[in-house]
């Protein structure tokens, strides 16, 4: 009995352990949800919570202003990021108010080459979400995974800045 009983506390203590580690998990994510759509219909998502952010953001991607490269919304203390085609394509992420923008547009920017390596413009005649599984489930959730890294972030701002500095030395050149 008491055997058992220690077995079952360790089960238990084993179960709690991994939801804490989930909870500190999600708690550190800065990139919670992304979606690629076209007119408005999203045909690929993933989330990274359990959260319901896809009311929002289905309601964020009507707001489409093809002007508009990039936009940015603040909705319940999160920041909805976007970037718009002219075609009608729009990805669009979620993330924490401290993330760093030049990660999220680089974000965009991943997101939307990968989808146009695979897809091309040949979505038209797709359903709403049928491309959750191939695009939605794989690639999105890959990259959203890569993004959340901390050590990636860090590869990624310094990668950054260093194209900022060659661009500003570059500029300087011409100048003289």
């Not at 990259?143 to 500029?171: C, F, G, M, T, W």
Request: include cysteine; aromatic fraction near 10%; proline fraction near 3%.
């Amino acid at each position: 009995m008491i055997f058992t009983n220690l077995k079952i506390l360790s089960q238990l203590y084993n179960i709690i352990k991994s939801l804490m580690f989930i909870s500190f998990y999600k708690m550190q994510m800065k990139f919670k949800y992304a979606l690629v759509a076209r007119n408005m219909q999203p045909l690929a998502e993933y989330s990274m919570t359990t959260n319901s952010i896809r009311d929002i953001a289905l309601c964020n991607i009507k707001d489409y202003n093809p002007n508009d490269r990039y936009s940015l919304s603040r909705i319940n203390d999160l920041i909805y990021l976007s970037l718009n085609e002219p075609n009608r394509i729009r990805y669009l992420i979620v993330c924490e108010p401290s993330t760093k923008r030049d990660v999220g547009y680089n974000l965009l920017n991943c997101i939307q080459k990968q989808w146009i390596l695979k897809y091309g413009n040949n979505v038209s005649n797709r359903e709403p979400f049928s491309l959750n599984k191939e695009f939605g489930e794989k690639v999105i959730k890959k990259i959203l995974i890569s993004y959340n890294d901390e050590k990636q972030v860090e590869k990624l701002l310094e990668a950054i800045e260093n194209l900022r500095e060659a661009q500003r030395k570059q500029h300087e050149a011409i100048q003289k």
